[in-house]
């Protein structure tokens, strides 16, 4: 990889990364119950993206709808479900826990990847997993739920869940995998209509799942995407853990959320435990490439 493809390939990822920072606050904004914000939400993502993707491909998107496949079915599903689970997640617990409970992804990812194509899981990875579920246990076990506080159980399964479409991902780098977000929205929104979801917002509500998901979201999931083809996966998990350090400031700034000192103190094993174990994973890049 060249310099020039690699500097594109900064901006790009932090572009998006600093687009999707208020995510979770947008969320607590909406007043609307859960069910009704997930589903404007997953449709309006897959509208969105269905426009972003005719305009790339043009012509040619069928062809490369058709070639992702079964994985490209297993994707969709994975990522409908994984958005309607971090808005319920969102609604039920801090946004500094969901967003801790999150960054674990990459450790169920290696997981995942052991488990479907028998890639042995790096070294640095199981010396790093302990640590980082120490975190997350100090930083949300003070809630009044604990660790199974029915909000965080949700962000573990979009984790769960997140971490596997990841892998699906990666062990398909040759596809390009983001008109599964695409579908995996129509699919989320389809569900929840038929589940018979309320549709009904307010005005203040509308504008603001509109610029979430007609702009917001699917800009950042573009610029993510596209830069993170350019950048190895361990610089590009540097990255996001800028939205899991910031968004729960902003949501502290908007909406008054406290972080308690456990979320602070956990939080900054979890993410110093990241940092650490993406760092290492840089330094192996040029002995493997």
Aim: one cysteine or more.
């Amino acid at each position: 990889m060249n310099n020039s493809e690699h500097r594109k390939g900064l901006l790009l990822t932090s572009l998006g990364v600093a687009v999707i920072i208020p995510d979770a606050t947008f969320v607590r904004l909406v007043d609307a119950p859960s069910m009704t914000n997930a589903m404007w939400r997953t449709g309006l993502l897959g509208l969105s993206l269905s426009v972003f993707l005719l305009g790339r491909y043009k012509q040619q998107l069928p062809v490369v709808i058709t070639s992702l496949r079964s994985w490209g079915v297993v994707s969709s599903i994975l990522s409908g479900s994984g958005t309607i689970l971090f808005v319920v997640a969102v609604d039920r617990a801090p946004i500094s826990n969901v967003l801790l409970i999150l960054a674990l992804s990459p450790f169920w990812a290696a997981l995942w990847t052991w488990a479907v194509a028998r890639v042995a899981v790096a070294r640095r990875t199981l010396i790093s997993m302990p640590f980082a579920l120490v975190g997350v246990a100090v930083a949300v076990g003070g809630d009044s739920g604990g660790l199974l506080d029915d909000g965080n159980v949700f962000a573990l399964f979009c984790s769960l869940g997140f971490s596997a479409n990841l892998t699906i991902i990666r062990t398909n780098k040759h596809l390009d995998m983001l008109p599964t977000a695409a579908f995996g929205g129509f699919l989320g929104c389809a569900v929840l209509a038929l589940a018979g979801t309320s549709a009904a917002l307010s005005p203040r509500d509308l504008a603001l799942l509109l610029l979430l998901g007609l702009v917001i979201l699917p800009t950042a999931m573009a610029l993510i995407t596209l830069g993170g083809r350019l950048l190895p996966s361990p610089e590009t998990a540097l990255l996001i853990l800028g939205e899991t350090a910031l968004s729960p400031l902003l949501a502290a700034w908007v909406v008054g959320e406290s972080i308690s000192g456990r979320a602070i103190t956990g939080g900054c094993l979890v993410l110093g435990v990241l940092i650490v174990h993406a760092t290492l994973g840089l330094r192996d890049i040029p002995a493997t490439s």
